[in-house]
C-alpha cells in the first residue's frame, strides 16, 4: 500500500502523463476520456481531499442556523474578556483572544451598548464580527482555532502575528455548486418566475440541442482544460441531484442512467475540445443560460485561475490577511458600502469601510502572500466595488487563530471560581462557524429578474408618473450586480459549503442554533438537508436507516429565551412551551430528541433587555419552572439528563447562561467519539486512503497500460482456470447450491444498459473502440458489485465466491479475459450499431440504443452472434417428460452452455498476443518507480 501522501502525487503524476502521452494510445490500448481518465480525475480529486482533511487531525464542530441567533455572541465573552473600549484607539482591543505581540489590538466584538451608534468610531477598524443592524454578518466560513507564535503542540502556529488569518479560496468547480443553489431560491427563473426542473429526459434534450447548435470542427482537439472544467461539472451536477434542491433532485430519479448520461458527456468534442463551450453548457443547465450569472461567474473563476492556478501569482504560496482585511471579507455589509456612495461624515462606519475597501491589495513577502489595508500596496483587490466583491466572494475559509495566552483562565471578575470554558474546549477541537441561513421566505415579487424583457418591462412601469410603491419596490429586483453579490452568492455558498465540508469528511460533530425569540426558521429545509449530507458522507449506515441517537454528536441549541419566559405572567400557565415547540417543529429530524442533543443558552448580558432579561422566576423549583418542565412538549424536548442540566444552567448561570455547560458538554461529546474507531474521523479518513490507493492499483490493470517485460498471451489461461473451478464447484453443488451458481453467473455475464454509456449521435463516432469501451464500461460496473472477499457488495448482488471468484481483481481478471476474447466480433458489432443509429433520427424522443446494444453484448458473451436460444432440444418443447428435471434446469439451460460458449471463447486465437510498444511506456515506468509502485506485481 502507497503512503498517505504518495497518492495525491502519483495521481496527479498519471493524469500529467495521460495529457502528455498517453492519449496517443489507440486501438485496444487507448485510454477513454470518459472511462480510465474519468476514474482517475475522481480519484485525483479524492485523494486530495482527503490528504487536506487528513493535514487537521483536529475535529472540528460545526456551528450553523438561522442568521442572529447568538453564535456569535457565545464566544464573544470570552475572546474578548472584560476588555473596555476606551475613548481613545491607542492601545484599544490589546489583550484580547485576538491581540497579537507587535500588531493592533483587535476586538471579536463591539462591546454591548443600548446604542451601537454611539460607541467610538475608530471600533469600525478594530472589530471582527461587526454589527450589521440585523443583516447577515459573516459571507464566509470561520475556523477558530488554537494559537501560538512559537507552534506549540496541539496549537496552530502563528507565523505572522501582523497577518494571523489564513484564507482559502472557493475553487471554480465549488463556485458552480454555490451559483447554482443561490439561482435556485433566490432568482426568478423562465417557467412563469420558476426555474427548470431538470430531469434525465429534459438534460439529454439540452445535451442534443447544444451540440447540434454548437458542433465540434472536424479538426479540434481534446483539450485538457475544457475536459477538467467538464469533469468538475459532471460532478457538481451528481451532487446536486443528490441534493433535495428542487431545481435539480429530479436528476437523481436514476442515478445509474444520470451516471451514463455525464459518461456521455465527456466523450462528446463539441465540449472536450473547447472550455468557453463548456461554460456556456453548464451555465445553461446550472441557472437556465441567464448572461448575467455566466459572465460574472467567469469573471470570479477567472480571477481565481489568474491568482491560484497552475501558473498563477499565488499558486503554491499560503496567503495571510490582517484581521481589518478579514473583518473586510467576513462583513457582508461591506458589499453594498462598495457600491454605495461615500458618506460626507468621514467618521461614519460606511465612510471608513469604504476607506479601506480601497485600500485593500496584496504583497509578496517571502513565500507567502500578504493581504491587508494599506497605502502603496503594489497589487489593488478593491479599486472598483466588482473587484472587491469578487475577491470576497471567492473567500472560502478565513483560519482564524485564537491567541491562547490572551485566553484568562478565570475570565469573569465577579465570578473567579468560573473556567475559561471555551480556552478548555480548544485545547481539544476547533469551531467551524458556517455563514448563518436567511431568515427571510423569497415570494415570486421579491425574487431577483435576469430576463431582459422582463426587466424592461418592469423599469418602464416603475419610471411612470403614476407608477405605484409596488412597481418600484420590483424594479429594485431587476438583477445587478450588487444583488447577484449580496443575496445569489451569499446564499448560494451558504448551502454549498456545508455540503462540501460534509463531502470532504470535515465534520466531527454538528450544533445546529436556532433562535426562539422569534418565528421559525422559513429556510429550515436548508439545514435539515446540510445535516443530511453529513450523515450521506460521515455515517452512511445511518443515512439509510435514521433510527436512534446520531452516533456522532448532533445538537440542537435553542437560543434567546427572555420573550417566550415572559409571556408566563401567569404563575399557574401551563402552555409556555407550546410557541416554542412552534417555532422548531420545521426542524424535523434535526430537533428529535430521540436523534440530537438538546441545549439551551441565553445571554442575560445583552443591553438589549427586552431580549435579555427573563423578569418571570424560572429558577428551579419554582411554580413556573415546574409547571414548564410537566408539559409534554418541553418534557419530551429536554427528557435527557444533559439537555435538563443545560436548561438549569441557562436559567441560573447569569454570566454565561449555560455556555459554561455547552462548551464542556462538546468537548466531552468529541473525546468520546475520538475513542470510537469506526466514530473517528481520522480513522475514516485513512481507510478512504486504502480504498483510492486500490483503485489507482487497478487502473494499472486495465487496457494493458503498463507494458510487461515478459508478456504472454493470459487471456486463454484465465479464462481455462476460472471454468475449471467452475465445472469442480457445479460437480459437488446441491440443488439450492446449483440455483445460486446459475444465478451468480447470469448475473455476471449480464449487461445492464443502465451501465454503459450512452451512444453517440454522430454515427462517425460509432466504431470498434467505442464498442470496446463500453465493454470497459461494464466490467467496470460489475466489478464495483464484488466485495472485498468475493461476496455480493450489496443486498441484490450475488455471492460470486460460488463461482470461484474470492476479491473483484479476479472477477476482472476473468472479465477482462473474455472482452478480449470477443473482440473478433467488434467491428460487425460496431456496424451493426452504427446501422442502427442512423434510424435513430429524433430529437425529443430517440430511443435509448444502450438497451439493444446491452443485450447484444450479452449475447456475444454467453452465447455468440447467432444470439440466446430457449432450449437445447426441440423435442423437449413438444413432450415435458424429455425435459430435465427442476434440480438440473439450472445446469442445464444456462451453466452448461455458458460454459460451452467461454470454452469456445478461449479457443479462439486472438491478435495480437503480445502487447506491441505503446507510447508513454517508459515514462509511466518511471513515474511508477518514483512512487514504489510495481503494478506487474499487484497483478
Given at each position: 500500500?502507497?503512503?498517505?501522501?504518495?497518492?495525491?502525487?502519483?495521481?496527479?503524476?498519471?493524469?500529467?502523463?495521460?495529457?502528455?502521452?498517453?492519449?496517443?494510445?489507440?486501438?485496444?490500448?487507448?485510454?477513454?476520456?470518459?472511462?480510465?481518465?474519468?476514474?482517475?480525475?475522481?480519484?485525483?480529486?479524492?485523494?486530495?481531499?482527503?490528504?487536506?482533511?487528513?493535514?487537521?487531525?483536529?475535529?472540528?464542530?460545526?456551528?450553523?442556523?438561522?442568521?442572529?441567533?447568538?453564535?456569535?455572541?457565545?464566544?464573544?465573552?470570552?475572546?474578548?474578556?472584560?476588555?473596555?473600549?476606551?475613548?481613545?484607539?491607542?492601545?484599544?482591543?490589546?489583550?484580547?483572544?485576538?491581540?497579537?505581540?507587535?500588531?493592533?489590538?483587535?476586538?471579536?466584538?463591539?462591546?454591548?451598548?443600548?446604542?451601537?451608534?454611539?460607541?467610538?468610531?475608530?471600533?469600525?477598524?478594530?472589530?471582527?464580527?461587526?454589527?450589521?443592524?440585523?443583516?447577515?454578518?459573516?459571507?464566509?466560513?470561520?475556523?477558530?482555532?488554537?494559537?501560538?507564535?512559537?507552534?506549540?503542540?496541539?496549537?496552530?502556529?502563528?507565523?505572522?502575528?501582523?497577518?494571523?488569518?489564513?484564507?482559502?479560496?472557493?475553487?471554480?468547480?465549488?463556485?458552480?455548486?454555490?451559483?447554482?443553489?443561490?439561482?435556485?431560491?433566490?432568482?426568478?427563473?423562465?417557467?412563469?418566475?420558476?426555474?427548470?426542473?431538470?430531469?434525465?429526459?429534459?438534460?439529454?434534450?439540452?445535451?442534443?440541442?447544444?451540440?447540434?447548435?454548437?458542433?465540434?470542427?472536424?479538426?479540434?482537439?481534446?483539450?485538457?482544460?475544457?475536459?477538467?472544467?467538464?469533469?468538475?461539472?459532471?460532478?457538481?451536477?451528481?451532487?446536486?441531484?443528490?441534493?433535495?434542491?428542487?431545481?435539480?433532485?429530479?436528476?437523481?430519479?436514476?442515478?445509474?442512467?444520470?451516471?451514463?448520461?455525464?459518461?456521455?458527456?465527456?466523450?462528446?468534442?463539441?465540449?472536450?475540445?473547447?472550455?468557453?463551450?463548456?461554460?456556456?453548457?453548464?451555465?445553461?443547465?446550472?441557472?437556465?443560460?441567464?448572461?448575467?450569472?455566466?459572465?460574472?461567474?467567469?469573471?470570479?473563476?477567472?480571477?481565481?485561475?489568474?491568482?491560484?492556478?497552475?501558473?498563477?501569482?499565488?499558486?503554491?504560496?499560503?496567503?495571510?490577511?490582517?484581521?481589518?482585511?478579514?473583518?473586510?471579507?467576513?462583513?457582508?455589509?461591506?458589499?453594498?458600502?462598495?457600491?454605495?456612495?461615500?458618506?460626507?461624515?468621514?467618521k461614519a462606519p460606511e465612510a471608513i469601510l469604504k476607506t479601506l475597501i480601497s485600500k485593500l491589495g496584496w504583497r509578496e513577502e517571502g513565500d507567502d502572500i500578504i493581504i491587508e489595508c494599506a497605502d502603496g500596496l503594489p497589487h489593488r483587490l478593491g479599486e472598483t466595488p466588482e473587484a472587491f466583491c469578487i475577491i470576497q466572494g471567492l473567500v472560502w475559509e478565513l483560519v482564524i487563530p485564537i491567541n491562547m495566552a490572551n485566553l484568562a483562565d478565570h475570565p469573569f471578575s465577579k465570578a473567579p471560581q468560573r473556567p475559561n470554558a471555551l480556552k478548555e474546549y480548544l485545547k481539544v477541537a476547533d469551531i467551524l462557524d458556517f455563514?448563518?441561513?436567511?431568515?427571510?421566505?423569497?415570494?415570486?415579487?421579491?425574487?431577483?429578474?435576469?430576463?431582459?424583457?422582463?426587466?424592461?418591462?418592469?423599469?418602464?412601469?416603475?419610471?411612470?408618473?403614476?407608477?405605484?410603491?409596488?412597481?418600484?419596490?420590483?424594479?429594485?429586483?431587476?438583477?445587478?450586480?450588487?444583488?447577484?453579490?449580496?443575496?445569489?452568492?451569499?446564499?448560494?455558498?451558504?448551502?454549498?459549503?456545508?455540503?462540501?465540508?460534509?463531502?470532504r469528511l470535515n465534520i466531527d460533530a454538528f450544533s445546529i442554533f436556532q433562535g426562539i425569540r422569534g418565528y421559525a426558521c422559513p429556510n429550515a429545509d436548508q439545514l435539515i438537508n446540510g445535516v443530511k449530507a453529513w450523515w450521506k458522507h460521515s455515517m452512511p449506515e445511518y443515512y439509510r436507516n435514521q433510527k436512534g441517537a446520531c452516533p456522532l454528536p448532533l445538537n440542537l441549541t435553542l437560543t434567546w429565551w427572555a420573550t417566550q419566559l415572559n409571556k408566563a405572567v401567569n404563575p399557574n400557565d401551563s402552555n409556555i412551551y407550546g410557541v416554542i415547540e412552534d417555532i422548531v417543529g420545521n426542524l424535523g429530524p434535526i430537533r428529535?430528541?430521540?436523534?440530537?442533543?438538546?441545549?439551551?443558552?441565553?445571554?442575560?448580558?445583552?443591553?438589549?433587555?427586552?431580549?435579555?432579561?427573563?423578569?418571570?422566576?424560572?429558577?428551579?423549583?419554582?411554580?413556573?419552572?415546574?409547571?414548564?418542565?410537566?408539559?409534554?412538549?418541553?418534557?419530551?424536548?429536554?427528557?435527557?439528563?444533559?439537555?435538563?442540566?443545560?436548561?438549569?444552567?441557562?436559567?441560573c448561570d447569569l454570566d454565561t447562561g449555560g455556555a459554561e455547560f455547552f462548551f464542556n458538554t462538546l468537548r466531552e461529546q468529541l473525546e468520546k467519539a475520538r475513542e470510537n474507531s469506526s466514530l473517528n474521523r481520522i480513522s475514516r479518513l485513512r481507510a478512504r486512503n486504502e480504498e483510492i490507493s486500490a483503485s489507482l492499483q487497478t487502473l494499472f490493470r486495465q487496457h494493458d497500460i503498463y507494458p510487461n517485460p515478459k508478456p504472454r498471451d493470459t487471456r486463454r489461461e484465465q479464462l481455462d482456470a476460472f471454468m475449471d473451478r467452475l465445472e469442480a464447484l457445479a460437480g459437488e453443488a446441491e440443488p439450492k447450491q446449483m440455483q445460486?451458481?446459475?444465478?451468480?453467473?447470469?448475473?455476471?455475464?449480464?449487461?445492464?444498459?443502465?451501465?454503459?454509456?450512452?451512444?453517440?449521435?454522430?454515427?462517425?463516432?460509432?466504431?470498434?473502440?467505442?464498442?470496446?469501451?463500453?465493454?470497459?464500461?461494464?466490467?467496470?460496473?460489475?466489478?464495483?458489485?464484488?466485495?472485498?472477499?468475493?461476496?455480493?457488495?450489496?443486498?441484490?448482488?450475488?455471492?460470486?465466491?460460488?463461482?470461484?471468484?474470492?476479491?473483484?481483481?479476479?472477477?476482472?481478471?476473468?472479465?477482462?479475459?473474455?472482452?478480449?476474447?470477443?473482440?473478433?466480433?467488434?467491428?460487425?458489432?460496431?456496424?451493426?450499431?452504427?446501422?442502427?443509429?442512423?434510424?435513430?433520427?429524433?430529437?425529443?424522443?430517440?430511443?435509448?440504443?444502450?438497451?439493444?446494444?446491452?443485450?447484444?453484448?450479452?449475447?456475444?458473451?454467453?452465447?455468440?452472434?447467432?444470439?440466446?436460444?430457449?432450449?437445447?432440444?426441440?423435442?423437449?418443447?413438444?413432450?415435458?417428460?424429455?425435459?430435465?428435471?427442476?434440480?438440473?434446469?439450472?445446469?442445464?439451460?444456462?451453466?452448461?452452455?455458458?460454459?460451452?460458449?467461454?470454452?469456445?471463447?478461449?479457443?479462439?486465437?486472438?491478435?495480437?498476443?503480445?502487447?506491441?510498444?505503446?507510447?508513454?511506456?517508459?515514462?509511466?515506468?518511471?513515474?511508477?518507480?518514483?512512487?514504489?509502485?510495481?503494478?506487474?506485481?499487484?497483478?
Open positions: 500500500m502507497m503512503k498517505e501522501c504518495d497518492i495525491p502525487g502519483l495521481a496527479q503524476g498519471l493524469i500529467d502523463w495521460y495529457w502528455n502521452l498517453g492519449h496517443k494510445r489507440s486501438g485496444s490500448y487507448e485510454l477513454p476520456a470518459s472511462g480510465w481518465l474519468n476514474q482517475l480525475c475522481r480519484m485525483g480529486k479524492d485523494s486530495a481531499a482527503v490528504a487536506e482533511a487528513l493535514g487537521n487531525e483536529r475535529p472540528a464542530m460545526a456551528i450553523w442556523g438561522p442568521s442572529q441567533t447568538g453564535k456569535s455572541t457565545l464566544i464573544s465573552a470570552y475572546i474578548d474578556g472584560e476588555a473596555e473600549i476606551p475613548q481613545e484607539e491607542q492601545n484599544a482591543g490589546d489583550g484580547t483572544g485576538l491581540h497579537w505581540p507587535g500588531a493592533q489590538g483587535f476586538y471579536f466584538m463591539a462591546p454591548l451598548v443600548a446604542d451601537p451608534e454611539k460607541l467610538p468610531a475608530f471600533l469600525t477598524r478594530k472589530v471582527l464580527n461587526p454589527y450589521n443592524k440585523g443583516m447577515d454578518g459573516s459571507s464566509c466560513l470561520s475556523r477558530f482555532v488554537p494559537g501560538t507564535t512559537d507552534g506549540q503542540e496541539g496549537t496552530h502556529r502563528v507565523p505572522r502575528p501582523r497577518h494571523p488569518v489564513e484564507m482559502k479560496m472557493v475553487v471554480p468547480r465549488e463556485l458552480w455548486h454555490a451559483l447554482a443553489r443561490g439561482y435556485s431560491t433566490e432568482c426568478y427563473g423562465p417557467a412563469q418566475g420558476d426555474s427548470t426542473k431538470w430531469n434525465l429526459d429534459l438534460l439529454k434534450q439540452a445535451i442534443k440541442r447544444f451540440i447540434t447548435l454548437n458542433p465540434a470542427p472536424r479538426s479540434a482537439q481534446a483539450s485538457r482544460d475544457a475536459y477538467e472544467s467538464l469533469h468538475d461539472f459532471c460532478e457538481i451536477l451528481t451532487d446536486l441531484a443528490e441534493s433535495d434542491d428542487p431545481m435539480f433532485r429530479g436528476l437523481g430519479a436514476d442515478a445509474g442512467e444520470l451516471a451514463s448520461t455525464l459518461r456521455g458527456l465527456l466523450e462528446e468534442p463539441a465540449l472536450v475540445c473547447n472550455r468557453e463551450a463548456v461554460l456556456s453548457f453548464a451555465g445553461q443547465i446550472l441557472w437556465d443560460g441567464y448572461a448575467q450569472i455566466t459572465d460574472l461567474y467567469r469573471a470570479m473563476s477567472g480571477l481565481y485561475r489568474s491568482l491560484m492556478g497552475k501558473d498563477g501569482a499565488w499558486a503554491g504560496k499560503k496567503v495571510y490577511c490582517s484581521l481589518e482585511a478579514t473583518a473586510l471579507f467576513l462583513n457582508m455589509g461591506a458589499c453594498n458600502i462598495s457600491y454605495a456612495p461615500m458618506p460626507d461624515n468621514p455563514p448563518g441561513v436567511g431568515n427571510e421566505t423569497k415570494s415570486m415579487d421579491s425574487k431577483i429578474v435576469l430576463d431582459a424583457s422582463l426587466i424592461s418591462d418592469i423599469q418602464s412601469r416603475a419610471s411612470a408618473p403614476d407608477a405605484s410603491g409596488q412597481d418600484r419596490e420590483r424594479a429594485k429586483r431587476c438583477f445587478s450586480p450588487q444583488l447577484f453579490f449580496k443575496e445569489v452568492l451569499k446564499r448560494g455558498k451558504t448551502a454549498s459549503i456545508v455540503s462540501t465540508y460534509a463531502k428529535d430528541p430521540g436523534t440530537c442533543t438538546t441545549f439551551a443558552i441565553h445571554n442575560h448580558k445583552s443591553p438589549d433587555r427586552d431580549f435579555a432579561e427573563i423578569t418571570q422566576d424560572f429558577n428551579p423549583g419554582t411554580v413556573r419552572y415546574n409547571n414548564l418542565i410537566k408539559e409534554k412538549a418541553f418534557a419530551k424536548q429536554f427528557a435527557s439528563e444533559i439537555s435538563r442540566k443545560s436548561f438549569d444552567q441557562m436559567i445460486a451458481i446459475n444465478l451468480a453467473l447470469r448475473n455476471l455475464l449480464n449487461v445492464d444498459f443502465e451501465t454503459l454509456e450512452q451512444v453517440p449521435f454522430e454515427r462517425n463516432r460509432i466504431g470498434q473502440d467505442h464498442i470496446r469501451q463500453q465493454f470497459q464500461q461494464w466490467i467496470n460496473a460489475q466489478v464495483a458489485r464484488c466485495a472485498p472477499d468475493g461476496a455480493g457488495l450489496r443486498d441484490m448482488d450475488p455471492d460470486w465466491r460460488c463461482l470461484g471468484i474470492e476479491s473483484p481483481d479476479k472477477m476482472r481478471e476473468v472479465l477482462e479475459a473474455i472482452a478480449k476474447s470477443v473482440a473478433p466480433d467488434l467491428e460487425d458489432c460496431a456496424h451493426w450499431l452504427s446501422r442502427l443509429a442512423s434510424y435513430n433520427t429524433g430529437t425529443g424522443n430517440a430511443a435509448d440504443l444502450r438497451r439493444p446494444l446491452a443485450i447484444r453484448m450479452a449475447n456475444l458473451i454467453s452465447f455468440g452472434s447467432a444470439g440466446a436460444h430457449t432450449c437445447t432440444n426441440p423435442d423437449e418443447m413438444r413432450d415435458p417428460d424429455k425435459a430435465p428435471s427442476h434440480e438440473k434446469a439450472a445446469f442445464v439451460y444456462f451453466v452448461e452452455p455458458a460454459l460451452k460458449r467461454l470454452r469456445a471463447l478461449a479457443r479462439r486465437d486472438v491478435i495480437p498476443v503480445k502487447r506491441p510498444d505503446q507510447a508513454g511506456d517508459a515514462e509511466l515506468v518511471e513515474l511508477c518507480a518514483r512512487y514504489g509502485v510495481n503494478p506487474l506485481k499487484a497483478s
